[in-house]
């Protein structure tokens, strides 16, 4: 993902955002899609919320908002991690309340 924050040159970036999408994501979420379906809580392990969640609910969101605001669609359980942990109350008021950060 650093690669293609940093190429200035469009059409290499696009390039870049290709192969993560169509290579790279499917191997990394195709496995994290996996262990989530295979464990009926809302969180990846466990029965409790813990900072892998956090971190991976993060995570997703960076990439909608970097690579492909649907990339979560072929993944529906790691989509429900996302929205679980952004629909916790606190988590949820502190992303609506938080100061504006530019990338």
């Known amino acids: 993902m650093k690669k293609v924050r940093q190429e200035t040159d469009e059409a290499r970036k696009a ?3 290709k192969d993560l999408l169509e290579i790279h994501f499917p191997k990394v979420f195709g ?6 379906k295979e464990n009926p809580s ?7 919320l813990t900072w892998t969640d956090i971190v991976a609910a993060h995570s997703f969101q960076y990439y909608e908002d970097t690579a492909d605001s649907n990339f979560l669609s072929s993944y529906p359980h790691l989509k429900k991690l996302k929205e679980t942990v952004y629909g916790i109350p606190q988590i949820k008021t502190w992303i609506e309340t938080r100061p504006v950060n530019p990338r």
């Not at 809302?42 to 409790?48: A, C, D, E, T």
């Open 15 to 17: 390039e870049l955002t």
């Open 31 to 36: 496995s994290f899609e996996k262990i989530k």
């Open 42 to 48: 809302p969180f990846m392990v466990g029965k409790n």
